[in-house]
């Protein structure tokens, strides 16, 4: 059976604007994931210095991209390497 939800216009207005803020603000944050960053700044991510993230790249465990001689590192690709280094709960 489905339920009928009766809801003040002015209400739903605020409803829909605050969904829509919310998309956008989703959609920055998936920007923000495929945005690269330079050496200096996937090393203040991980927490790593330049000869481990250096390590990581060149075994494959973080996605990176050559613009000319600089190293560009994807944003996302950062944040899963410090997901899969981080103590798990139990071990």
């Known amino acids: 059976m489905q339920k009928v939800v009766i809801i003040p216009e002015v209400e739903w207005e605020q409803y829909q604007q605050k969904l829509i803020d919310l998309e956008k ?3 920055l944050l998936e920007n923000g994931l495929t945005e690269y960053v330079g050496t200096n700044e996937a090393c203040r ?4 210095g330049r000869n481990a993230l250096y390590n990581a790249r060149i ?3 973080i996605e990176c991209k050559y ?3 600089k ?3 994807l ?3 950062l944040l899963a390497y ?3 280094k981080r103590p798990r709960k139990g071990n």
Not at 45 to 48: D, L, P
């Open 59 to 61: 075994e494959n465990k």
């Open 82 to 84: 410090n997901e899969s």
């Open 75 to 77: 944003r996302s690709s």
């Open 25 to 27: 603000r989703l959609q």
């Open 71 to 73: 190293v560009c590192y």
């Open 45 to 48: 991510i991980t927490g790593i």
């Open 67 to 69: 613009e000319g001689r």
